[in-house]
């Protein structure tokens, strides 16, 4: 069965301070990674995917398979980071995703 | 104004009625999804359908119906027998099947059962 595991409810850093968002997942085949965020009275919407290994607002996120992990950095935290963000497995050949329960980021000026 | 819709944005049902939600996009896209969020729970997928007149179980299906019969609208009833339907649903649709394309999203429908 596939899982993604996002261990933390909330991370609160201050303006300035990296920031790293755990996701850990498990598919016994090759997943393709998201990480979603919805930010305060907005829809949810795809801020990057694995396979683009492009940066979205500065954050990247490096699929690491020994580890099964997909953890969302930036090195310098905007307050506008503030927002809910929801990493996400897309089994091999489906549509269909796989949510983690989500980490609240709260940036403090 | 093009995208996904979902109305009404706040409904709320007696228990043992049926309710059904509205979901419709002008993307052209032909796959679309239903998700249910709860508060530490992430989203979980409820029903999804990649082609007109045709829609799968998600995970959670148990409880709810959905149909399609155009391309645009993918409805959801919420039935009597979904044990603890208060939540909040998330609508969803994206291009095209195989291949995963980014989904999106609808504003949400909350849903309360009094």
């Known amino acids: 069965a596939q899982r993604v595991t996002q261990p933390e409810k909330l991370l609160s850093v201050f303006k300035g301070a990296p920031v790293e968002l755990k996701c850990n997942y498990s598919?016994?085949?090759?997943?393709?990674l998201f990480w979603y965020v919805q930010y305060s009275r907005q829809r949810l919407q795809l801020l990057l995917r694995?396979?683009s290994r492009e940066s979205i607002k500065g954050f990247t996120a490096d699929l690491n398979k020994g580890e099964t992990s997909f953890h969302l950095k930036k090195p310098f935290a905007q307050e506008e980071d503030s927002a809910m963000y929801y990493c996400?497995?897309?089994?091999?050949?489906?549509?269909?995703?796989?949510f983690g329960t989500g980490t609240r980021l709260l940036v403090s000026p | 104004d093009g995208g996904i819709t979902q109305s009404p944005k706040y409904l709320f049902r007696k228990e043992g009625q049926n309710v059904t939600l509205s979901c419709e996009q002008n993307?052209?896209?032909?796959?679309m999804y239903w998700y249910r969020q709860d508060p530490g729970q992430g989203l979980r997928l409820i029903y999804y359908?990649?082609?007109?007149?045709?829609?799968q179980k998600g995970d959670i299906a148990e409880g709810y119906s959905v149909s399609r019969e155009k391309k645009e609208s993918f409805p959801l009833t919420v039935t009597s027998a979904q044990k603890n339907p208060t939540a909040f649903y998330l609508c969803?649709?994206?291009?095209?099947?195989?291949?995963?394309?980014?989904?999106?999203f609808g504003p949400g429908t909350r849903l309360t059962v009094l």
């Open positions: 969803a649709s994206s291009i095209s099947s195989g291949t995963y394309n980014e989904q999106f």
């Open positions: 598919y016994s085949g090759s997943p393709e």
């Open positions: 694995h396979i």
């Open positions: 996400a497995l897309s089994p091999t050949g489906f549509q269909k995703l796989v």
């Open positions: 993307l052209n896209h032909d796959a």
């Open positions: 359908s990649q082609i007109v007149n045709d829609f």
